[in-house]
């Protein structure tokens, strides 16, 4: 079975902190991986995309790494601020069929 | 570029009745799109494949009758809850790829949801 897991569930820092979301897969056919981010009652906006080849990704305080030997992904986010507050998904994307496979989430909150 | 449109982004229907969403890409075609469904406090999880010109492939214990998909048209996909009850309620996102992706390029477009209440 596909699984994906984010730890922590949940996660509540003061503003300013620097923190690391992690996310791991099982399943050797997760090709890419994938951020997101989830707002309460809304959609899914995508933050980052890393693809096998590519193993890291940065987009201003966002930095995301994949490491498919060990079935890791990790999120960084620097310098966090009140408005980083919201769940924080992680999806494999299987090769061949395309299908995302979502993890458990990690629900942030930051402090002001 | 790259967007997928839903509707409705917010439904409420009577037990017994059907709904119907829509997902379409508005700025490319889609082959393949995908339905997924999101309980509360819990993760998305992928309800089936919907191929443009032949039937939806359905995930393990999703009932293909009672979601019913159709994929016309390259750029729209529908779900249709039929005889919705209020287990049904839930988040329902689809998401798109592109036509012209090659296969190194993996990733869909998402809609932005829809939330159903079935009561």
């Known amino acids: 079975k596909q699984e994906v897991t984010q730890i922590p569930a949940a996660l509540s820092v003061p503003e300013g902190e620097n923190l690391v979301l992690n996310c791991s897969f099982t399943?050797?056919?997760?090709?890419?991986l994938q951020w997101f981010r989830q707002d309460p009652g809304k959609g899914l906006t995508s933050l980052l995309l890393i693809q096998s080849s590519q193993r890291e990704q940065t987009s201003g305080r966002l930095n995301a790494s994949l490491d498919k030997s060990s079935g890791r992904s990790t999120l960084y986010i620097a310098a966090s601020q009140p408005g980083d507050s919201a769940t924080y998904l992680c999806a494999g994307i299987t090769s061949g069929t395309y299908k995302y496979i979502f993890g458990t989430g990690t629900r942030l909150k930051v402090l002001a | 570029g790259a967007v997928v449109s839903q509707h409705p982004s917010r439904v409420i229907c009577k037990s017994g009745t059907s709904v119907k969403i829509e997902c379409r890409s508005l700025d490319f075609q889609a082959t393949t799109m995908f339905w997924y469904r999101q309980f509360p406090k819990q993760s998305l999880m992928l309800m089936a494949t919907?191929?443009?010109?032949?039937?939806?492939?359905?995930e393990q214990g999703v009932e293909k009758d009672k979601f019913l998909i159709n994929h016309a048209s390259l750029t729209l996909s529908t779900l249709t809850v039929t005889s919705a009850h209020p287990e049904d309620s839930s988040f329902y996102i689809c998401?798109?790829?592109?036509?012209?992706?090659?296969?190194?390029?993996?990733?869909?477009?998402f809609g932005q949801g829809t939330r159903l209440t079935v009561v």
């Open positions: 919907s191929n443009e010109g032949s039937k939806a492939t359905y």
């Open positions: 998401s798109a790829r592109d036509l012209g992706f090659t296969s190194v390029r993996t990733e869909a477009f």
């Open positions: 399943d050797s056919a997760i090709y890419n």
